[in-house]
């Protein structure tokens, strides 16, 4: 052990994380200590392209990796011998950098001789408000909000996720980085269209809630997106601030009334909890509290650093999973897509998601 004097609250995880486009390494403690944390993120490199290309995730995650746990394991004073096990994504996401991530993480665990814990990177936002928040205890209604996922998850524990929704089309995140595309906002877009937003009218342009109403609680934002398209080639476009707050309150709507339903089905839950990069949107964060309060329930949010994608996470999932001796072999596949909840039913209509 590096520093012998040191008492470590066990265990202590090494997390990786490659999924989509952040590079990321952290080392987590049972104590939900965060001893080191590093990211790399690929904005600039996917921004000339309006969205992430997958090869040039792929190697960059390849290039950035090793530097980055050389660097949370040199700032947290350990090596590798002090981790009781490495925890890695292995999907869903971009196959390829999946596989950055998980024969990384292989390896460090081969070399180390500790077991690995192969995380679904869905499991790894599920559980993050755990890390956040010691007193959320299960059961709780989870709504994932990111680029690549919009579900809403019944945690009843551990290993133990019941998908109630999810998207039949495009993600909320999506949704938001192709209306800031429309506008001329560059990627990623949900933070520009909130920015945006906040001087325009959210009632100027009549757009579409899609499913709003509907007896299942799945959601859909292409429709809303096409609408956004419409009004923008109309003759004589909304002003981009009044698009940019219109298309944000209905995408809060769509929201707002998927888990209001998503709630009344789940009575035994004790927090209604949000995760993901669109959990940043202030609009949308209100609104939800809003809905928690009428429930009687506290809204959870985690701190924006764990909300978007990150390796705390991922290394917290390995803790929980740790603590129940569920371990993975070393030839655990990566994997493209991975339900939560391997019982859910396609989503009618559905497009790609997990
Ligand atoms: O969870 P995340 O970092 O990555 C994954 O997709 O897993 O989420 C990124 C998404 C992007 O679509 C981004 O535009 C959206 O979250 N986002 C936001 C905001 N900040 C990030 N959407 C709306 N408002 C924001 N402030
Ligand atoms: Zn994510």
Redesign the pocket.
């Given at each position: 052990m590096a520093d012998t004097m040191r008492t470590l609250s066990r265990p202590v995880i090494l997390g990786l994380e490659s999924?989509?486009?952040?590079t990321a390494a952290a080392i987590v403690t049972g104590d939900r200590t965060i001893l080191a944390e590093a990211i790399a993120t690929q904005e600039a490199e996917h921004a000339p392209y309006g969205g992430v290309v997958p090869e040039i995730a792929a190697r960059a995650h390849s290039e950035r990796l090793t530097p980055l746990v050389e660097r949370v394991l040199t700032e947290a004073n350990l090596t590798l011998s002090d981790m009781d096990a490495i925890a890695a994504t292995a999907g869903p996401g971009l196959i390829g950098g999946v596989m950055v991530g998980l024969v990384t993480g292989k390896a460090l665990s081969y070399a180390a001789q500790r077991p690995l814990i192969a995380v679904n990177?869905l499991e790894g936002?599920a559980l993050s408000p755990r890390l956040a928040d010691a007193a959320l205890e299960f059961p709780y209604l989870l709504l994932l909000?990111?680029?690549?996922?919009t579900q809403l998850l019944a945690v009843e524990g551990v290993g133990r996720y019941r998908r109630l929704a999810t998207t039949i089309d495009d993600?909320?995140?999506?949704a938001?980085?192709k209306t800031?595309k429309i506008l001329g906002l560059g990627y990623?877009?949900?933070?520009a269209?909130?920015r945006l937003a906040a001087s325009g009218n959210p009632s100027a342009v009549p757009l579409p809630r899609p499913l709003a109403g509907s007896r299942e609680p799945h959601f859909s934002f292409a429709g809303l997106k096409s609408a956004v398209l419409r009004a923008q080639n109309q003759d004589t476009p909304p002003a981009p601030a009044d698009l940019a707050a219109s298309f944000?309150q209905a995408a809060c709507d769509c929201l707002v009334d998927r888990s209001r339903l998503a709630l009344a089905a789940m009575p035994e839950a004790r927090a209604f909890v949000v995760a993901?990069?669109?959990a940043?949107?202030?609009t949308?964060r209100s609104a939800l509290a809003d809905l928690s309060a009428e429930h009687c329930l506290s809204l959870v949010a985690p701190p924006l650093s764990l909300?978007?994608?990150n390796a705390a996470m991922i290394a917290w999932a390995g803790v929980e999973r740790f603590r129940r001796g569920d371990f993975d072999p070393l030839d655990t596949p990566a994997r493209a897509r991975w339900p939560l909840d391997p019982d859910a039913t396609v989503a009618r209509g559905a497009g790609y998601k997990a």
């Open positions: 999924s989509c486009d952040e990177h936002h909000v990111s680029g690549g996922h993600a909320a995140g999506e938001f980085d800031a990623p877009g949900g933070p269209v909130e944000q993901g990069g669109v940043a949107n202030q949308i909300c978007t994608d």
